[in-house]
């Protein structure tokens, strides 16, 4: 059994979350708020990808953060006054809520990027806290609504075989340059084996539609490619770029077409289309919030 037969063996127990962008696309809410804390309903962006997360059976929390980024950290923490006022209450739904919110001590580390250098050197920056294991990565601004959720589904899938996974989604031509995108070998339905991939091709350029989402399980030789690498598209350090390093080094990197509706997260267009999904998708929501949307719509067109 070769390198990779021996890390399928191991449990993915780790997660890194780069979560030390600017959010410009944001401003001026993010000038004070960091955009993981933005919320679709009422949860934050970075509680759906912890849930995800957990959900997959990862116990320990990596978040690169960079300045300005202190909610986050108090997000996760217990909150004394607020809990003894919703238990006095018998508020034990809200109570509930916030349980979510709450991590096991030492369960979750935080470190900064001090210089924001990409992707690749975010995630570059928690190799410490790595041992030799498999790890994933989620990029919270791509949120994805599945009934298994989908860091779950390629645990699934990776058990099976080994290597370097990410998730991928058939994205349309002209979105292509937007996105990693992978150079198929054999397209085996759910799993395809990837003989290349590209970080941001220019328009027309793309190998492939299969664009690579915010979703991660890669060897701990990523780390290795990551300390040598030169930077890539856009100026900057790229993920990608370390992944298809290993192509050459196992041929063992493989897209993993996940089931279920992303949102990105990223983009007002795609905030706003999670926020109605998740809003018709809560039981308390719905009839009053479709009804809502059902008379915009009218009213719009006729309009017209
Ligand atoms: C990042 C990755 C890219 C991936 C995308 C998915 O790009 O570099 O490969 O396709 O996330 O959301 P970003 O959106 O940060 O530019």
Known sequence: MGLNGEF?????????????????????ATKSIPKEIMTLVDRPLIQYAIDEARAAGIKEFIFVTSRGKSALEDYFDHSPELETALRKKGKEDLLQALKTTNMDSGAIAYLRQHRPLGLGHAVWCARRLLADEPFAVILPDDVIAAETPCLQQMVEAHAETGGNMVAAMEVPS????????????????????????VEKPPMGKQPSNLAVIGRYILTP??????????TGAGGEVQLTDAIAQEIEVSGNVYGFRFRGQRFDCGSKAGFLQATVAFGLAREELRDEFSQYLDEMMATQNAAQ
Do not use: Q, W
């Not at 399928?8 to 001026?28: C, D, E, N, S, Y």
């Open 8 to 28: 399928m063996k191991k449990r993915v127990t780790k997660a890194i979350f780069p979560v030390a962008g600017l959010g410009t696309r944001f401003l001026p």
């Open 174 to 197: 002209d979105k292509a340059s937007a996105y990693g995108i992978l150079d198929i070998k054999e397209d085996m339905g759910s799993v395809v084996s990837v003989k290349g991939m």
């Open 221 to 230: 030789n990523i780390m290795n490619n990551l300390h040598r690498i030169k």
